[in-house]
């Protein structure tokens, strides 16, 4: 196994521990393992481009790995009011539909790669849970938490939008 998919097992390695450290309440710590998992995202990313280590494995793991921990943390935060519940089934919504739609694909023998929009949702995702954990910190933390929550939510919405559009051919398969 290379670096970056060892990366990437690494960041799913980690979600049981950040569930953990936030449930019970050890927030800085949370906020570290979340941090460090979140780099090892644009690291692995990096070091398979670079090398040419890209794997079908890193290629299906890699989104996975941050879902799973993004929407783990988005779960603790609706447990604890941070995030309203009605945001998640949205968030979710997307992802489940275009998860449907790329084994949909697939089973086609389509790859459908991710786009820029759906990047771009992951990286203000990623910018969000941290902000939310600290959020009680300072006020500014609080408002910067939210302005981020609320831009994930477009950018969720919007490339899964875009997704649907540019992919609408799997509809007819």
Request: net charge positive; charged share 15%; proline share 4%.
């Given at each position: ?7 990437t097992l690494a ?70 009011g941070a995030v ?34 759906g990047k771009i ?53």
């Open positions: 196994m290379n670096l970056p998919n060892k990366l960041r799913i390695i980690a979600v049981p521990v950040f569930v953990v450290l936030y449930m019970r309440g050890l927030f800085i710590p949370a906020f570290i393992i979340f941090i460090l998992a979140s780099l090892t995202d644009m690291l692995d990313g990096k070091i398979a481009r670079k090398y040419n280590l890209i794997t079908n494995f890193g290629k299906i793991m890699d989104p996975l790995a941050d879902k799973i921990l993004v929407y783990s943390a988005f779960c603790l935060m609706v447990e604890d309203p519940s009605w945001m998640l089934i949205i968030i979710l919504l997307r992802e489940f539909a275009v998860s449907g739609m790329r084994t949909v694909a697939a089973a086609n023998g389509i790859v459908i790669a991710a786009g820029m929009s949702k992951t990286v203000l995702q990623m910018i969000a849970v941290p902000l939310l954990i600290l959020r009680s910190v300072h006020p500014v933390l609080n408002t910067l938490a939210t302005v981020f929550l609320w831009a994930s939510l477009v950018m969720t919405v919007y490339s899964g939008v875009e997704y649907i559009v540019q992919n609408k051919q799997v509809f007819k398969e």
